[in-house]
C-alpha cells in the first residue's frame, strides 16, 4: 500500500537540528566568537559588508558564524536584514580626497605628491603556508610612525588639470537606488556601479579579467587604488547642517584606461572606477575595469559584443544572491513539470515507433 | 530579534502598498508585467520571494491562508511557506482548498473550482514568456508593447513540424484578454483551461522583479493553431487512490522492477475524494 510521503515539517526541524550541531562542530574545541572572526577573519567580514551592501562588521561577522563560513550564505543572511531596516535618510557623498588611508598606490606614476604607501598587503608576500600560525599565542606587532601631514591628492587629478584624462560630468541629482526601485535597462552609470559594487566579487573579477584578455579590451592602468577610513556626514534636517555620524572604511580604484579621440576632441585618456566597503581591492579593481567596459557607448566607441561590454549581460548576472537562489532551486520538487514532460516524450516516442513500424511494413 | 519586531506578514506598510500599488496596476491590465521593487526575502530568490511578498501584501489578520507546492500541502517548501506566515503573521492556515482565502501555489492550480471570495497566488521562476526566444528585456517589453508575438508563433510551429506536436507541456504560453503573451507560471498544461476561473490570480516573480495579474472571468487562451488545436493531456490512468479520472496525476515508482502507480497531485482534492468514499486501484479495502 502506497502513503504519501508526509511529515516535512519534521524533517525540516530535524534538519535544522542537525545543522545548528554540524555548524558548532567538534565540542571539544574551543568555539568561535563573533570577535575573533571580526578581527581576525576581517576580509571575509569585509565581503560579506560589500555584498550585503550594509556596514556593519559585528553582524557580518555573526552571519560567517552563522553561516559556517559560506561567504554567500553569511551574504544573503545579511541582505535578509537589511531589507528589515528602516530608511532614515541618506548621507552626504563621502569625500574620499579626505580619506585616512592606510594604503595608497598608483601604477602610473612613480611617485606622487602623499607617497606610495604599501599598507598591509599581501602582494609581495611569498605564498608559503607559516607552519608558526599553527601555534598559538603569537603577538606580531608592527613598528608604527607618526601619520603623515597634509592632503593626499588623488592621482588622477594631476590627469585632469591638464586635460589628459576624461572629466566626469558633475551632478548633485539624486541616484536611483536599486534596492527600492526595480532594475530596468539601460540602467545608467550610476545603478551599474550601486550594482557591480554588491555584486559578487568572482563575477565581477572574471568580467574584468575577460576583458584583458581581449573580450572587450580597454587598456587599464591602476591610476590610483587607495584604502583608508573615511567619514560619513548625514544632513540633520532639524539642525539645518550635516553631522559626521561614524567611520567606513573603504576601497576605492581609478583606472586608467586608453585614449580616444577623434577630428574634433584631442586625445584623452578615459576611466573605470571602483568602490567598495572594507578593504577588497581586488573587488575595487575588477569594478574599475567592467565599469569602463561598460562606458564604451557614452564615450563613443565601438562595442565588441563582449560579454562585460553588455550591461543587461552584466547586471543581471552580478548578483550572487539572486543566483544562488534560482540555482539552487532545481532542488526543490519539479515533478509536476517533469511528470508532463514526460507524457509527452512518451507519446512522441509512441508515435515515432508506429511510424516506423508503418514504414517497415510498407 | 523576535518575531514581535517585524510587521505583520513581516514587510513593512510601505513596501506593501508599493507592492499593493503593482498588483493594482496589474489586474487593470491583465497579463502586463508590472516591474515591482522586490525585496530580499528571508528564503532564497526563485524559491517563491514573489508569492511570498504578493500573499504578505494581500493577507489581513482573518485570512485563511493555504500554500501548496507541486499540489500538495506538505512538501517541505510549502510547509515552509506556511510556517513562515503562521510566524509572522500569525493568520489560520488549511489545507482545504474551500477553507483558504488567500492560496499560495507553485506549479498547480488547484483541481477543486476557486470562487469570487478566494486569491490565488502564484510563484513564478521567469515571468517573461518569450525569455527563451529572446533573452533580452529590452528587446521583449519592446515585442510586448507592440504586440509583435510572431517569435512565438514560430517555435510553436517548428516544435509542430519537427515533433508532429507543439512540446511544451507545462508554462504553456497563453494570451490574455485578446492583448498580452503570458507565461502561467510552470504548471502543467493540463491546468491551463482552469485560468479562467471566478477567483482573482496574482502572479509574482521576486528575482526578476515582476507582478502580473488575471482577474476574474478573464479570456486565457492557450496558443495554438486551427489545425493543431491546444490538448490539455494528462497521463491516460486514474488516481490508484481515489479512482478520479479527471485530475493531473504523479507517477510514483513503487518497486525495484519499476512498478508504477499514480496518484493525483492535488493532495487536499484526493483526500477528500476519499473521505467521500471513492476508491481506487490500489486502495485498502475497507475494514468493515
Redesign the interface.
Known sequence: ??V??????R??DNAHAWLAEERRGDTAVAELTVAQIREQMSLAVNRVMAEGSLYDPDLAALAIKQSRGDLIEAI?LI??Y???L?RIGHAEPVDTGAMACDRRISATFKDVPGGQVLGPTFDYTHRLLDFALEAEGLDPRAETAAPQEGEMPRVTEYLDRDGLIQAEEHSDEAPPDM????????AGRPLRLQALTRGDEGFVLSMAYSTQRGYGRNHPFVGELRIGRVSVEMDIPELGFAVDIGEVTLTECETVNQFTGSRTEPAQFTRGYGLVFGQTERKAISMALVDRALRWEELGEDSEGAPAQDE?FVL?HADN??A??????IK??????F??????VR??RR?AAQSDMKEAAE | MTDQAYNFAYLDEQTKRMIRRAILKGVAIPGYQVPFASREMPMPYGWGTGGVQVSAACLTPSDTFKVIDQGADDTTNAVSIRKFFERTAQVATTEHTAEATVIQTRHRIPEAPLGEDQILVYQVPIPEPLRFLEPRETETRKMHSLEEYGLMHVKLYEDIARHGHIATSYAYPVKVEGRYVMDPSPIPKFDNPKLEMAAIQLFGAGREQRIYAIPPYTRVVSLDFEDHPFDPSKADHPCDLCGADHTYLDEVIVDDAGGRMFVCSDTDYCAGRQAAGHRGRLSEEDAA
Open positions: 500500500m502506497y504519501a510521503v508526509k511529515g516535512g515539517e524533517a525540516i544573503f541582505r535578509a537589511r531589507t528589515t528602516p534596492t527600492r526601485q526595480p532594475m530596468e535597462y539601460p543587461e543581471a544572491i539572486q544562488t537562489g534560482f540555482l539552487e532551486h526543490l520538487p519539479h515533478y509536476v513539470d511528470q508532463s514532460e514526460l507524457e509527452l507519446k512522441l508515435e
